[in-house]
């Protein structure tokens, strides 16, 4: 999660336990406007065998618990957004049901996803393909709810995409204008807080010097403009305003 940063400096932030595993969130966002959208899903509720020993996943809540205590059901989303395709984000976009047939998990809603995105989750290479399950994206394009994007697009009145690079080369994140405030939910370009200082840059991304660049022009524009930011891994600050103190970076919890 912390690329180059020495373990003695990141377990300051982060414990890790004695296979060097830290607590980490999968929190999607919903965004009630003109339609009620969810950006991203976590990594849901299909097997995933090995790697969820790997990574320690807790099942004991799932999207199932949060929407309801949302008081959301999954039939009113109208829009799924996603900031890339990896199975920690995309997991939750499919499920399988009694008859072991995969299909969406949100039967009314038309997800969204960046074409480049999508190419690349199609035609993975070695150091992606660990990453990317076709279960969890080719069953929206076979049952014909898949919206492919290809720029910085408004999504619906107040909601735009911004690609960000870095992680992938076409991840995106999520700028939300509402009532003369922002809110950006920024996916894996700085999935903790630890992320917003510069150097903190995860060594699964594809392109870390592009997420320091990305990064560096957001972390400007978010201070500048009190821009409220979503922290999708953060085990604790669900969100929160970036702030210079002392020279150093710091987040306000929100
Ligand atoms: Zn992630």
Same mark, same amino acid.
């Given at each position: 999660?912390?690329?180059?940063?020495?373990?003695? /400096?990141?377990?300051?932030?982060?414990?890790? $336990?004695?296979?060097?595993?830290?607590?980490?969130?999968?929190?999607? /966002?919903?965004?009630?406007?003109?339609?009620? =959208?969810?950006?991203?899903?976590?990594?849901? $509720?299909?097997?995933?065998?090995? /790697?969820?020993?790997?990574?320690?996943?807790?099942?004991?809540?799932?999207?199932?618990?949060?929407?309801?205590?949302?008081?959301?059901?999954?039939?009113?989303?109208?829009?799924?957004?996603?900031?890339?395709?990896?199975?920690? @984000?995309?997991?939750?976009?499919?499920?399988?049901?009694?008859?072991?047939?995969?299909?969406?998990?949100?039967?009314?809603?038309?997800?969204?996803?960046?074409?480049?995105?999508?190419?690349?989750?199609? @035609?993975?290479?070695?150091?992606?393909?660990?990453?990317?399950?076709?279960?969890?994206?080719?069953?929206?394009?076979?049952?014909?709810?898949?919206?492919?994007?290809?720029?910085?697009?408004?999504?619906?009145?107040?909601?735009?995409?911004?690609?960000?690079?870095? @992680?992938? =080369?076409?991840?995106?994140?999520?700028?939300?204008?509402?009532?003369?405030?922002?809110?950006?939910?920024?996916?894996?370009?700085?999935?903790?807080?630890?992320?917003?200082?510069?150097?903190?840059?995860?060594?699964?991304?594809?392109?870390?010097?592009?997420?320091?660049?990305?990064?560096?022009?957001?972390?400007?524009?978010?201070?500048?403009?009190?821009?409220?930011?979503?922290?999708? @891994?953060?085990?604790?600050?669900?969100?929160?305003?970036?702030?210079?103190? $002392?020279?150093?970076?710091?987040?306000?919890?929100?």
């Amino acid at each position: 999660m912390f690329g180059a940063v020495p373990k003695s /400096l990141w377990e300051q932030q982060a414990p890790s $336990d004695a296979r060097n595993r830290i607590a980490l969130a999968m929190r999607p /966002l919903v965004v009630r406007g003109t339609r009620t =959208m969810i950006i991203d899903a976590g990594i849901g $509720d299909k097997p995933h065998g090995a /790697l969820s020993e790997r990574f320690s996943v807790d099942r004991a809540r799932s999207l199932d618990h949060t929407l309801a205590e949302a008081g959301i059901t999954p039939e009113e989303i109208d829009i799924v957004l996603a900031s890339h395709l990896h199975f920690d @984000h995309a997991g939750g976009f499919t499920v399988r049901d009694s008859g072991g047939r995969l299909r969406p998990r949100f039967p009314r809603a038309q997800y969204i996803v960046r074409r480049g995105e999508w190419d690349e989750a199609m @035609h993975p290479h070695a150091r992606s393909r660990a990453v990317y399950r076709a279960d969890d994206y080719l069953p929206l394009a076979e049952a014909g709810v898949l919206q492919l994007v290809d720029d910085d697009v408004s999504i619906m009145p107040g909601v735009r995409v911004r690609r960000t690079g870095g @992680h992938t =080369m076409h991840h995106q994140m999520v700028l939300i204008e509402s009532g003369g405030t922002t809110a950006a939910f920024v996916g894996d370009m700085m999935p903790t807080t630890a992320h917003v200082a510069d150097p903190w840059i995860a060594g699964c991304d594809l392109y870390p010097m592009d997420t320091l660049g990305a990064k560096q022009q957001f972390v400007k524009e978010a201070a500048e403009k009190n821009i409220l930011v979503f922290f999708e @891994h953060d085990p604790a600050i669900a969100a929160g305003y970036v702030r210079e103190q $002392d020279g150093k970076r710091v987040v306000q919890p929100a």
